[in-house]
């Protein structure tokens, strides 16, 4: 489907950004030329042109996605009314231009323009519709509305800080105002008491002044003179507070609006999908070069002997590891038993990928549900084989014995047999370790395989 392709939504973006762009430098023309009455054709055209480009892209969705385009259970529905509302306003845009253009020749309707001015800016925010198309813009967006609740919080904590250290701080830059008001001398110098006046004139000037000082609207350093002449207290109180806020609470606004993105991304099918794609992309790449590498005859296939003799080369272990392969030149053969499926002798690219796939990285819960899988359904046959070989025993123990090989299973069962010579017992060659997985004593092989 065309509308799906990345190519597609690309184009859609460099559209919105040229149209962007025309719009800008035609309000830079009007606003150099403000007693021009008419807009230019070349203007008049643009406009035009582009409603067309962007209906046409409305009906293309529309035709691609029909009935799915407006129903309430696509995602992307928002995005779609948005698209149809904008091209509906700009016809109504182009309409009210029209009608613009027309009664600047009979007399000027400023209502009409005003209109007009209004349904140009909401047309502005097609913009937004990038957002949509590029990762990264739609993650910080994203980021911020998901963020907002905790910011609110976060900023009602800093005004706390800041009213609590603006009251304190006011209360001792009053007790200066009341001496200098009643004709004393106060502590300060005249420009001291300037800087004062300048920057703690009231409670909401304080706040302001302390909020300006942690967000670079001032250098803290200027409201801090006059703080630090009333007192010695006072400074440490002002530079606890910048410090405070700057190194802390400042971080954890920042921290909370990453640890936000992050869910969100997390979060975000599309995101993961996009980053799996890569991601698979990548390994691919990595592994078409290791074969590449070992392939020295360039013959698109890798023969044992040429595997296991590349295997020695150091960098090419490496780039195996990187792939998530571990393996040591002495490990080279049992390597490549492994990625042999159909055991010719002989790996191609397809065979190779294939086989790397299956054993790269880390075992996986379903890589362990499969090993158990596969135990039980060797004890189910194991308990058949046993069954099978129980009722051939019944029939004729002298066959069961020789198809069985059991010998001591045989030999506690044929002790009625008068026809039936036992058999010296053979002792095993496999003894188990003690408290191994062999060693079923503990009931381990049961657990695993149940």
Not at 116 to 129: A, D, G, N, W, Y
Request: proline share 2%; hydrophobic share 45%; net charge negative.
């Amino acid at each position: 489907m065309m509308v799906k392709r990345r190519s597609f939504e690309l184009v859609s973006a460099l559209l919105i950004f040229l149209n962007a762009s025309i719009m800008g430098i035609q309000l830079q023309h009007e606003l150099e030329n403000p007693t021009q009455d008419t807009i230019p054709f070349l203007y008049r055209f643009c406009d035009t042109f582009f409603v067309v480009i962007f209906t046409l892209e409305l009906v293309i969705r529309l035709a691609a996605h029909r009935l799915w385009f407006y129903h309430w259970k696509n995602r992307s529905i928002m995005w779609n009314l948005f698209d149809t509302g904008l091209v509906s306003l700009s016809y109504v845009e182009l309409f009210l231009a029209a009608i613009a253009a027309e009664s600047q020749m009979q007399g000027f309707d400023l209502s009409v323009m005003r209109l007009f001015r209004i349904l140009r800016l909401v047309r502005s925010f097609r913009i937004i519709r990038v957002v949509k198309v590029f990762r990264d813009l739609r993650l910080m967006l994203g980021g911020i509305f998901h963020a907002f609740k905790s910011l609110l919080w976060a900023a009602l904590l800093l005004f706390a800080i800041m009213y609590l250290i603006a009251v304190c701080l006011l209360n001792f830059a009053l007790q200066e105002y009341q001496v200098v008001e009643r004709g004393g001398s106060g502590t300060l110098t005249p420009k001291q008491y300037q800087s004062l006046k300048e920057y703690w004139p009231n409670l909401l000037e304080g706040i302001l002044t302390l909020y300006k000082s942690i967000t670079g609207g001032c250098d803290w350093a200027d409201p801090a003179a006059p703080i630090f002449a009333m007192g010695s207290g006072l400074g440490f109180i002002f530079v606890s507070y910048i410090a405070f806020a700057v190194l802390c609470v400042l971080n954890i606004i920042t921290g909370n609006f990453v640890e936000n993105a992050n869910r969100l991304t997390a979060q975000d099918t599309e995101m993961v999908m996009m980053e799996q794609m890569q991601e698979r992309e990548g390994w691919i790449k990595q592994v078409r070069a290791i074969f590449k590498a070992a392939d020295v005859d360039n013959s698109n296939a890798l023969s044992k002997d040429e595997f296991i003799d590349k295997m020695k080369d150091v960098k090419l272990q490496s780039m195996l590891r990187k792939v998530g392969v571990e393996i040591e030149s002495q490990s080279a053969e049992g390597l490549f038993k492994l990625l042999d499926f159909d055991e010719d002798e002989s790996l191609d690219i397809d065979e190779f990928a294939m086989a790397l796939s299956s054993i790269h990285g880390n075992a996986k819960s379903i890589d362990l549900a499969r090993v158990r899988r596969d135990a039980r359904l060797i004890r189910k046959e194991v308990q058949r084989l046993g069954c099978i070989l129980d009722e051939a025993y019944q029939k004729n123990p002298v066959e069961a014995y020789h198809v069985e090989g059991d010998y001591e299973g045989i030999s506690k069962r044929s002790q009625s047999s008068e026809s039936f010579k036992e058999p010296k017992p053979q002792p095993s060659q496999f003894q188990p370790r003690s408290g191994s997985v062999f060693d079923d004593d503990d009931g381990l092989i049961d657990d695993f395989t149940s």
